[in-house]
């Protein structure tokens, strides 16, 4: 569904990505793994057109995105759930979601699609008027996600969604995201907390200083060595 | 005698109010103090004079010279500022100098660079009265106008989805992109608008003065930047809240200084904005804006 070939990134002087490549396939987790500063956020970043392309190649359903502004990838049906939720914290619950389903003609199609995210997110159906600045870090990574659904995305870019989370609260998140790939959703996920990305991915590919160091399924990479010392603390 | 000095407060504040907001909302979204907006103000007033002289009535007159200036701001950002994007917040301010200066010298070499008289409506300049109070007109239209306007952006900026991209870019540009929504139609709308809210103040301008000249709009749209920068740089209640504070409190120093300080009012005016902005850098309402490295 994604392939991503020889993707380098940079900042200035800096090589933030030197060489990735990785595909995902329909309705399938992938994990991108690996330490702060790996290049995971800028990968996804480059995917949804948010950060530039120095070399390499996108490619989603056939059609190369490669360098496509972040408002024509969301059309063509890849959305971006931001590192550190970035949910509007001046908005309402409701106009966050409204934004989310921008794309969508006519609106009504677009009350429909709220309807079902508020099914699956009762929590903001409680908060539906409140500021989304309001809401508790758990809360707010459940409106980033349904906000990412509502544009009807076939594929869903996660970046760090544990990240500052209280346990349980992340058991609910990753519980969402099992129940988002029960229905069908392609996710590449990127996430600090390996242990936990494994856990939940069909496959996974490890980055260390911008390159691909490592990849096969979950269950391989959980038993590999090299992953077990370096990230699950064995 | 007060309460005609609270209209007149009242009525410019409401100018400044809606310059310093046309600033705001073009800040709020691409960063950019735009000090090209006076000339938008200037450009309305004289399209106003050339529809005037073409026999246009006046109310289409004035939607013709609100127009302009709408179309123009659109223009502006088109040419000026499409191609500057991202680049650095001087570079920015740079242009919108530049773009001012050249406007300025072809209203000056292309018009006059004397004012030109404007003939309003002579019901314009007239007052009426209730019991012992006489209030003017045209202070009175100012503020139906600006009021109106207020509302009417509210509305647009709650209800509409554009408008509420447009509040949601104004606190993280990049995720509305990543909602599907084009940055270049955001944007274009904050130039629209301000340049619409550049228009209806060029009108209330004119109307109390009958006039219009190449630096038409300089005055004005400093004091709006000194508006807007006290309500809060990029925040839409704030410049409207800086505006009208800055507007009655010029009038009322106008009204009851003693004529031996009457010519420091704006040196009054400034140094309380210092005060101001010691007790509150951020402005009296900060705008809200995601800070990204």
Same mark, same amino acid.
């Given at each position: 569904?994604?392939?991503?070939?020889?993707?380098?990134?940079?900042?200035?002087?800096?090589?933030?990505?030197?060489?990735?490549?990785?595909?995902?396939?329909?309705?399938?987790?992938?994990?991108?793994?690996?330490?702060?500063?790996?290049?995971?956020s800028?990968?996804?970043?480059?995917?949804?057109?948010?950060?530039?392309?120095?070399?390499?190649?996108?490619?989603?359903?056939?059609?190369?995105?490669?360098?496509?502004?972040?408002?024509?990838?969301a059309?063509? !049906?890849?959305?971006?759930?931001?590192?550190?939720?970035?949910?509007?914290?001046?908005?309402?619950?409701?106009?966050?979601?409204?934004l989310? !389903?921008?794309?969508?003609?006519?609106?009504?199609?677009a009350?429909?699609?709220?309807e079902?995210?508020?099914?699956?997110?009762?929590?903001?159906?409680?908060?539906?008027?409140?500021?989304? !600045?309001?809401?508790?870090?758990?809360?707010?990574?459940?409106?980033?996600?349904?906000?990412?659904?509502?544009?009807?995305?076939?594929?869903?870019?996660?970046?760090?969604?544990?990240?500052?989370l209280?346990?349980?609260?992340?058991?609910?998140?990753?519980?969402?995201?099992?129940?988002?790939?029960?229905?069908?959703?392609?996710?590449?996920?990127?996430?600090?907390?390996?242990?936990?990305?494994?856990?939940?991915?069909?496959r996974?590919?490890?980055?260390?200083?911008?390159?691909?160091?490592?990849? !096969?399924t979950?269950?391989?990479?959980?038993?590999?060595?090299?992953?077990?010392?370096?990230?699950?603390?064995? | 005698?007060?309460?005609?000095?609270?209209?007149?407060?009242?009525?410019?504040?409401?100018?400044? %109010?809606?310059?310093?907001l046309?600033?705001a909302?073009?800040?709020?979204?691409?960063g950019?103090?735009?000090?090209?907006?006076?000339?938008?103000?200037? $450009?309305?007033?004289?399209a106003?004079?050339?529809?005037?002289?073409?026999?246009?009535?006046?109310?289409?007159?004035? $939607?013709?010279?609100?127009?302009?200036? %709408?179309?123009?701001?659109?223009?502006?950002?088109?040419i000026?500022?499409?191609?500057?994007?991202?680049?650095?917040?001087?570079?920015?301010?740079?242009?919108?100098?530049?773009?001012?200066?050249?406007?300025?010298?072809?209203?000056?070499?292309?018009i006059?660079?004397?004012p030109?008289?404007?003939?309003?409506?002579?019901?314009?300049?007239?007052?009426?009265?209730?019991?012992?109070?006489?209030?003017?007109?045209?202070?009175?239209?100012?503020?139906?106008?600006?009021?109106l306007?207020?509302?009417?952006?509210?509305?647009?900026?709650r209800?509409?989805v554009?408008?509420?991209?447009?509040?949601?870019? %104004?606190?993280?540009?990049?995720?509305?992109? $990543?909602?599907?929504?084009?940055?270049?139609?955001i944007?274009?709308t904050?130039?629209?608008l301000?340049?619409? $809210?550049?228009?209806?103040?060029a009108?209330?301008?004119?109307?109390?003065?009958?006039?219009?000249?190449?630096?038409?709009?300089?005055t004005?749209?400093?004091?709006?930047?000194?508006?807007?920068?006290?309500?809060?740089?990029?925040?839409?209640?704030?410049?409207?809240?800086?505006?009208?504070?800055l507007?009655?409190?010029?009038?009322?120093?106008?009204?009851?200084l003693?004529?031996?300080?009457a010519?420091?009012?704006?040196?009054?005016?400034?140094?309380g904005v210092?005060a101001?902005?010691?007790?509150?850098?951020q402005?009296?309402?900060? %705008?809200?804006?995601?800070?990204?490295?």
């Open positions: 569904m994604l392939s991503v070939e020889g993707l380098k990134i940079r900042y200035g002087e800096v090589e933030a990505v030197r060489r990735v490549d990785l595909t995902v396939e329909s309705g399938e987790i992938l994990a991108l793994v690996g330490a702060n500063g790996a290049g995971k800028s990968t996804l970043g480059a995917i949804a057109g948010l950060v530039r392309v120095a070399a390499g190649k996108v490619v989603f359903e056939g059609v190369d995105i490669t360098g496509l502004a972040p408002e024509v990838v059309r063509k !049906g890849v959305a971006l759930v931001p590192e550190g939720r970035r949910i509007f914290a001046s908005l309402t619950v409701a106009d966050n979601l409204r989310g !389903g921008a794309v969508h003609q006519p609106a009504a199609e009350r429909l699609r709220e079902e995210m508020l099914e699956l997110f009762p929590i903001l159906r409680r908060y539906y008027r409140a500021k989304g !600045g309001n809401l508790s870090g758990g809360e707010q990574q459940m409106l980033a996600i349904a906000r990412a659904l509502m544009g009807k995305p076939r594929m869903i870019l996660l970046d760090e969604p544990s990240l500052g209280a346990p349980q609260l992340i058991d609910t998140v990753f519980d969402l995201i099992a129940e988002l790939r029960r229905k069908g959703m392609t996710i590449l996920l990127v996430e600090q907390n390996v242990a936990l990305a494994l856990e939940i991915a069909d996974a590919v490890v980055l260390a200083n911008g390159e691909v160091v490592l990849s !096969g979950a269950k391989e990479l959980a038993s590999s060595d090299l992953v077990r010392q370096a990230y699950l603390g064995a | 005698m007060f309460a005609q000095q609270i209209i007149n407060a009242i009525s410019l504040g409401g100018v400044y %109010a809606l310059l310093a046309g600033l909302i073009v800040f709020s979204i691409v950019l103090i735009n000090f090209a907006h006076g000339e938008l103000m200037t $450009l309305s007033g004289y106003l004079l050339a529809a005037l002289v073409f026999g246009l009535p006046f109310p289409l007159a004035v $939607l013709v010279a609100v127009s302009c200036g %709408a179309l123009a701001a659109v223009a502006m950002e088109r000026a500022f499409r191609p500057m994007r991202g680049a650095s917040v001087t570079s920015l301010l740079l242009t919108s100098f530049a773009v001012s200066s050249l406007l300025k010298v072809v209203f000056q070499n292309g006059s660079a004397r030109q008289a404007v003939a309003m409506p002579g019901w314009m300049t007239g007052a009426f009265s209730f019991g012992d109070f006489t209030i003017g007109v045209g202070p009175s239209i100012s503020i139906v106008v600006s009021a306007a207020l509302i009417l952006l509210e509305t647009f900026l209800r509409s554009t408008g509420t991209a447009m509040r949601a870019a %104004a606190e993280d540009f990049d995720v509305v992109r $990543l909602m599907g929504i084009p940055a270049s139609r944007i274009a904050a130039f629209l301000s340049g619409l $809210l550049a228009g209806l103040a009108m209330l301008w004119v109307a109390q003065r009958a006039s219009v000249d190449p630096l038409m709009g300089f004005p749209v400093l004091k709006a930047f000194i508006a807007a920068v006290v309500g809060g740089l990029g925040s839409l209640p704030g410049a409207v809240a800086g505006g009208f504070l507007g009655i409190i010029e009038v009322l120093l106008q009204a009851t003693p004529a031996a300080i010519p420091y009012r704006d040196a009054i005016v400034l140094s210092i101001v902005l010691l007790l509150r850098p402005g009296l309402i900060p %705008a809200v804006r995601v800070q990204r490295s």
